[in-house]
Every structure is written in C-alpha cells, then in structure tokens.
C-alpha cells in the first residue's frame, strides 16, 4: 500500500514538472472511487458530481412547488364555493359522528400522485381508527377507496374490507358530474346503514385537518327522526311534491351523499396541493442547506490537494538543490 | 304535482336515482345553451375514472368509466 502511494507521488510529481496542468492530475486522481485505503482524500470529482444532482433537485422541487401554488390557488376557489352545497343539508338533517348503526361503509379520499407530505397517511390512520371504533359483534366496517396512496396503505393490512377502490379520478379538473356519477356508482354497489367520509379540510395553506362527514341512509334517517332531536323537526317541514316522507328522505339522502363527496374531494384536492406545495419548499430549503455543506467540503478538498501539491513541489526542488 | 301517495316517479320506477335523474336534467340543460358558453359548459360534464370491486381481498379487473360525451344527446 505504501508503495502504491509513493508511486502515485511520483507519478504526480512527474506530470506536474512536464505538463503543469492541475486539471490532469486531478482527473487521474479522481478515477478511484470514494477514499480507497491509502488515498489521502476524497476527490472533487465526486463531490462534482453531488453537487450538480443535488442543485438539479433543488431546481426540480422549486418548479414543483410554483405548480402546486397556482394548481391550488385554481381549486380554491372552487372549493370554497361547493360548501354551499353542504351547509344546508348538515342544517337541515344534522351531522352525527357519534350514530351507531350496523352496517358502516368508510369512504376514504386520498390522491393518486405522490410528494404531498403526509396527508395521505393521516387519512388512512383515521379511517383506521373509525374501523376499531365501530367494530364489535354483529357490525360489519367496509371501506371504499378513492385514490392511489390509499389503496396502497390499506390494502396491506384491511384487504378483505375494502369494497370498491377507485382511481384516476383527476384526470380532468374536478367537476359535479363526475363525482356525482361517482356517488351513484357507490350507491348502488354498497349496501350500508351510514357512510363516512374521510377527508382533509382545508383550512388554510399550512394547516389541513382530517375530518369525517356522516352521510345516514333513509332508513336510518327514519328511525332517527322518530326519536327527536334535529331530525324530528323533519315532520313540521312541508314539503312540495306531495310524495311520501320515505320517497323525499331517499332522494335527499341520495343527493346530500353526492353533494359532501363533491366538497370532500374538492377540500382533499385543495390539501393535497397546499401539502406538496410545503413539502417541496422544505425539501428545496435541505437541498440548499445540502448544497452550501457540500460546496465548503468541495472548497476544502480543492485546497488541500492544491497545497499538498505546493509541498510536493517545494519540498521535490529543495531535495534536489539541497 | 301531488300524486298519490305511494305512487313512484317514473325515473325510480326505471331503476334510477335521483342522482342520475337530476344529471340527466343538467345535461338536456346544458345542450340548450349555445356557443361559446355551450362548449364551456360541456367541458365541465366530463367524466373520468376507474374503479375495480374487490372480492375477498382480490380487486377484480377495473372497469374505466369515461363519459366524453353527454349523458343524453339530444340529436
């Protein structure tokens, strides 16, 4: 090993007195991967080449982030305004987390592409966590999935309850026909007493806070309204049509469920971009922190190898006029 | 228009919901209007997605619902 080194020495001392290009020597030094044994350093090359890669993240991730700031500022909007739809159904038949039912069905929104921080997860946990809470004897927990990220986590350890997993949903920019195409197609596949929602509401760009919205089916309603409370004021409403109390529960009941999802996945498409959005802004802030340690590391090398060289030099002149 | 009591409207007699109903109505709606908001308006009706049931822990093969075109064409 040490005579390796030595004839390294005196290959450098050589091509330095013949062709007086540190650039050379450097490419020769730098064909040995990451500080072999006996080396003295680790070479620029190397650290070269981490820094380009990692200042192309950097760039990458800030490009991600300026799309999802004006994805997010589009949705937004659209999002704000599709609370109308809700507001007046959660008024007129009340929300009830707490209802306890036989047949639960969890419908759990998640996105389909990825770097979005970790709403996905917080969803999924808390979809977990209404499953423990109303499993027991004789109720059965069913999931419905919209979305990649979801699919993935749950299918490791809730196989068997997951009815129906749904994909691709933002191909076009959301609107109310799809989602309540959507709604219907859930509708007539799954049978259930109460469906609840997962979903992250969007408060604002930094805080997004994982809800549940319980949509009740006609039945349910029913006997709910026979025992007081929000929904017996159901009876004193007068209603048009002149159609039986069941028929109209039905229709409103089948419309609420269309509405909420639409305001669901609006509200959850609205976290997703505001979460990669700060997602990318730390990962392009470590990517900088990253860049300015590897330029001093790539600084001290550089230096170091250009005064090892200096030595050499002196101390090869000095022995051969001393 | 009252109708008797326990009579059904003829779109839930036909097996629909009310959801289907009420885009079916939004779609004849929006076939009325004309250019440029017509274009703009349809542009808001596309529909896509893929869904797969799951049977015992295995998801089927999914079926891909994309709707392009109205739901009803009036032509």
Redesign the interface.
């Known amino acids: 090993m040490a005579m390796a080194s030595f004839r390294r020495e005196g290959q450098r001392l050589s091509s330095m007195l013949y062709s007086h290009s540190i650039n050379a020597l450097k490419s020769g030094v730098s064909s040995q991967e990451l500080a072999p044994v006996g080396a003295r350093s680790i070479s620029t090359q190397i650290v070269r080449n981490r820094m380009k890669s990692v200042k192309n993240i950097q760039k990458i991730t800030k490009a991600m982030k300026m799309v999802a700031a004006s994805k997010l500022r589009a949705i937004q909007t659209k999002a704000e305004k599709s609370r109308g739809l809700w507001q007046p159904f959660t008024a007129l038949l009340g929300d009830y987390p707490s209802i306890d039912v036989k047949k639960n069905v969890i419908v759990t929104i998640s996105s389909d592409k990825g770097l979005c921080g970790g709403i996905n997860s917080t969803s999924v946990k808390m979809s977990k966590g209404f499953r423990k809470l109303n499993s027991g004897p004789d109720k059965e927990v069913k999931y419905v999935v919209l979305g990649e990220k979801a699919k993935a986590q749950l299918v490791r350890d809730s196989?068997?309850d997951?009815?129906?997993?749904?994909?691709?949903?933002q191909?076009?920019p959301f609107?109310?026909?799809?989602v309540?195409?959507?709604?219907?197609?859930i509708?007539?596949?799954v049978e259930y007493d109460a469906l609840r929602i997962v979903f992250n509401k969007f408060h604002s760009v930094v805080s997004f806070v994982p809800t549940v919205t319980t949509v009740l089916s006609p039945e349910v309603v029913e006997r709910e309204s026979e025992t007081g409370g929000k929904l017996g004021d159901l009876d004193s409403y007068e209603i048009e049509?002149?159609?039986?109390k069941a028929?109209v529960l039905?229709?409103l009941t089948?419309?609420q469920?269309?509405c909420v999802l639409f305001n669901a996945c609006m509200e959850n498409a609205c976290s997703e971009q505001g979460a990669r959005m700060s997602a990318m802004d730390s990962s392009s802030r470590n990517a900088g922190e990253m860049l300015d340690r590897l330029t001093l590391t790539y600084n001290r090398t550089r230096q170091a190898s250009i005064t090892t060289e200096l030595i050499e030099i002196i101390s090869g002149a000095s022995a051969l006029t001393g | 228009?009252?109708?008797s009591?326990?009579a059904?409207?003829f779109w839930?007699a036909a097996g629909m919901?009310?959801?289907?109903y009420?885009?079916i109505c939004?779609?004849l709606v929006r076939q009325c209007l004309k250019e440029p908001y017509r274009s703009e308006s349809l542009s808001?009706?596309?529909?896509?997605?893929?869904?797969?049931?799951?049977v015992?822990?295995?998801?089927e093969k999914?079926v891909?619902?994309s709707?392009i075109v109205a739901?009803v064409s009036l032509d």
Do not use: C
């Not at chain 2, 919901?17 to 289907?20: E, G, I, K, N, Q």
């Open positions: 196989k068997k997951i009815e129906i997993s749904i994909t691709e949903l191909k076009n609107n109310y026909t799809q309540s195409v959507l709604a219907d197609d509708l007539k596949n049509g002149g159609e039986t028929e039905q229709n089948e419309f469920f269309a | 228009m009252a109708s009591g326990g059904v409207p839930r919901t009310y959801v289907r009420s885009n939004a779609s808001r009706e596309k529909v896509h997605f893929s869904v797969s049931k799951w015992d822990g295995k998801p999914p891909i619902e709707l739901l």
